[in-house]
């Protein structure tokens, strides 16, 4: 099982982007998936996250970043509108799921980060 992520780049504050994570490999369930952050400097944080309970999201990116998921995908996207130069960091891919192989064991997986960069 893989974490594909892609979709980083440059923006400048009041820009958007959207952010891909796909699941790939012998993917059997996905009980949570979304994305963290993480700054230089900063700890790594949670962004938005969706699981069986809803959609959680970082205080600080209501209202301007949104979640969605196409399960026949394995796919989660994150829509990142009206950026803010304090966006910048590197988005890692996130998920907690079971492999067919093991279909009873959940796992943590992460992806490789992709940067975002806004510009003031």
């Known amino acids: 099982v893989q974490l594909q992520a892609s979709g980083g780049g440059l923006v400048q504050a009041g820009g958007s982007l959207r952010l891909t994570c796909a699941a790939s490999g012998s993917v059997s369930s996905i009980y949570v998936m979304g994305w963290y952050r993480q700054a230089p400097g900063n700890q790594r944080e949670l962004v938005a996250v969706v699981g069986t309970s809803g959609t959680n999201y970082l205080d600080s990116v209501k209202g301007r970043f949104t979640l969605s998921r196409d399960n026949a995908k394995n796919t989660v996207y994150l829509q990142m509108s009206s950026l803010k130069p304090e966006d910048t960091a590197v988005y890692y891919c996130?998920?907690?799921?079971?492999?067919?192989?093991?279909?009873?064991?959940?796992?943590?997986?992460w992806g490789q980060g992709t940067l975002v960069t806004v510009s003031s």
């Open positions: 996130y998920a907690e799921l079971s492999a067919r192989e093991s279909p009873y064991l959940r796992s943590a997986y």
